[in-house]
């Protein structure tokens, strides 16, 4: 683990071992790759952030009572004089929800807040139900918290509030930036606004279940984190310690009741292993329809939300909201905080996030913003260079073929052998631990990790290949077991040897079953096969038969340089991102995986190449 990554987390210890909060560990500026100082064509940066003209006045765990009785708190930031009394006068508000205990996180995910209330906004920090110095049983996105939102948001807003003039922004990071989509698609009043930072779009594919396996990497650690900073004293009813003992029983009771069921569910493979409605609940994705208030959204190229994110702007955008996309060399914990965007156009994300609210809440003019600001802007890997599009899967981008055995020919034979170590040395275990694990070596050369699997690759480029979108790894495959994994790494092979992994994709051959009208197609060919996961769309694998697995490869923006050679790599593992269920394990997944590249049983990599 990295030493800026083991200091933050000093403070935790105690509370959760080395459990990294996903949207709270500043970035480590190693982790990054390098960065352009060239600003992308078109950018001027002529805007400026206004100074700060108050100071911050902190009113702790302020009671809102819910419909239903139950008692939520909230630290409200409000500009302050230079005495440190609160500043006269209503400002716009900006809402975060947080599920980490807003009296032991505050610190990382206010000090954004600060900077809002510094410049003019009072700034709502509440701690989810369940959660923190807020009563009531946490149940991550569920109908109850859903209205929480929306009542939270009327709150904040109403007439009643002395120190609010009915306007409203989101603004959050991580599970901060998912409760946004849920409540904005309420319509709350006074709505303006939102700024989701890494935000999930459909947390079953993007995180819960990649491919079909549980995601044993970040989701029991990610529990971990909300049920231990849950299980805090709240720093409550110091008077009347009879309320906190209520609170701290029923954020225990929460643990019980929910977290611990759905893991034990989703370890014996029974429902919560399966896609359905209670994960459509939870998946922006499911609402994102009914968002019509201008949105900024944030992505990593590393980021375990790395396939959602884009696909909440792309519906957005489509639907006709005012809406854009960044998208930078960062992990989940180091999106959170935005670091590295040198030569982006933009210097922070607390920044941009003042100029969209400056803009859409205040109504200030900002006649650059869209000249400075492309409709998508992401860090291109292979070139460290920052680009710009006009849309996501667009006419920038046309779908490209490369067959495996010919375009991209076998480096060695094509059985994998099933050893439950493949995906450890790799950039796979930073990304889905949040960026909380790395292997010295493991994130930036794949090398020792695709000598366990079997790998193709073009010959040198003669010319620059860039691509951006989502990618379908579309292979033919068999097993000597009767279900199994098949994990994918889109690779540049530098001329050294050196071989960075640039995104990845996982299925399992029972999930297979793909939807192709929720499909994503460009020019006839699909770029983006959806699998529906549920117990029904399950088919019998039989051993030694081959058949065709279209496989999901998480979308990315990068560059395989001249000289330098385009790689796919094939696993039966991807430790400790995933691992196989109870059910899984006794159908047999440790079987030998061959990929098959003949006429008749053909494997294609199709991916979104720019024009």
């Known amino acids: 683990m990295k030493l800026g990554r083991l200091a933050f987390l000093v403070p935790f210890l105690a509370l959760v071992a080395t459990f990294l909060p996903p949207a709270l560990s500043p970035p480590a500026a190693s982790a990054a790759p390098a960065v352009s100082t060239q600003a992308p064509q078109a950018r001027v940066g002529t805007w400026k952030p206004r100074p700060p003209t108050y100071g911050v006045v902190v009113e702790k765990d302020v009671e809102i009572t819910m419909s239903d009785g139950v008692v939520l708190r909230a630290d409200i930031h409000r500009p302050a004089k230079a005495d440190g009394t609160p500043a006269a006068g209503r400002f716009p508000v900006i809402l975060t929800q947080n599920p980490y205990n807003k009296n032991v996180s505050g610190g990382a995910t206010g000090g954004g807040g600060d900077y809002f209330v510094q410049r003019g906004y009072v700034f709502v920090q509440t701690d989810v139900r369940g959660t923190g110095s807020s009563a009531g ?318 790998s193709y690759e073009t010959a040198p480029a003669t010319s620059d290949l860039a691509f951006s979108g989502p990618i379908n790894a579309d292979l033919s495959v068999s097993t000597t077991g009767t279900d199994g994994l098949i994990a994918v790494s889109v690779e540049d092979v530098a001329p050294d040897g050196s071989v960075d992994r640039i995104t990845g994709g996982w299925q399992t051959l029972r999930h297979r079953a793909v939807i192709p009208s929720r499909s994503r197609t460009l020019n006839g060919q699909v770029v983006q096969p959806w699998h529906p996961f549920t117990r029904s769309a399950e088919q019998a694998v039989t051993p030694g038969q081959i058949y065709r697995v279209p496989v999901e490869v998480f979308p990315t923006g990068a560059v395989i340089k001249k000289g330098h050679r385009l790689r796919v790599t094939v696993h039966s593992y991807d430790v400790p991102h995933l691992l196989p269920n109870v059910k899984q394990l006794v159908r047999g997944v440790a079987g030998v995986v061959t990929v098959h590249h003949t006429k008749t049983h053909p494997s294609t990599l199709i991916l979104p190449a720019r024009r």
């Open 137 to 454: 049983q946490w149940d991550a996105f569920g109908d109850r918290e859903q209205k929480d939102g929306l009542e939270v948001a009327n709150w904040a807003t109403s007439k009643k509030r002395p120190w609010s003039n009915g306007e409203l922004g989101l603004w959050g990071p991580s599970y901060m930036a998912i409760n946004q989509f849920f409540t904005a698609a309420q319509h709350p009043r006074g709505l303006k606004a939102m700024f989701p930072i890494v935000p999930a779009g459909d947390v079953y594919r993007d995180v819960v279940a990649s491919g079909g396996q549980i995601d044993a990497g970040f989701i029991p650690l990610w529990f971990g984190l909300v049920t231990g900073s849950g299980l805090v004293p709240p720093a409550v009813n110091k008077a009347r310690p009879e309320a906190t003992l209520t609170t701290l029983l029923q954020h225990v009771g929460g643990a019980v009741g929910f977290q611990v069921p759905m893991l034990v569910s989703a370890a014996l493979g029974s429902d919560a292993a399966y896609d359905g409605p209670f994960y459509r609940k939870r998946s922006p994705l499911s609402v994102v329809d009914e968002i019509d208030v201008p949105t900024f959204v944030t992505a990593g190229q590393y980021d375990i939300f790395q396939r959602g994110a884009p696909m909440l702007f792309d519906r957005m955008q489509r639907n006709g909201v005012d809406t854009k996309l960044l998208i930078g060399p960062w992990t989940h914990a180091e999106g959170s905080m935005g670091g590295g965007l040198e030569g982006s156009g933009i210097s922070s994300l607390d920044e941009m996030a003042l100029r969209w609210f400056d803009t859409h809440i205040k109504g200030l003019p900002d006649t650059t913003l869209d000249r400075d600001v492309a409709p998508v802007t992401y860090h291109e890997i292979g070139s460290g260079k920052w680009r710009t599009m006009k849309s996501w899967l667009g006419s920038e981008v046309k779908a490209k073929t490369y067959a495996l055995g010919s375009a991209l020919k076998p480096v060695g034979g094509d059985t994998i052998a099933p050893l439950p170590v493949q995906g450890l040395c790799s950039r796979s275990t930073s990304q889905w631990t949040a960026g909380a694990l790395a292997i010295p070596g493991c994130e930036t050369d794949n090398r020792i990790n695709d000598a366990l699997g079997v």
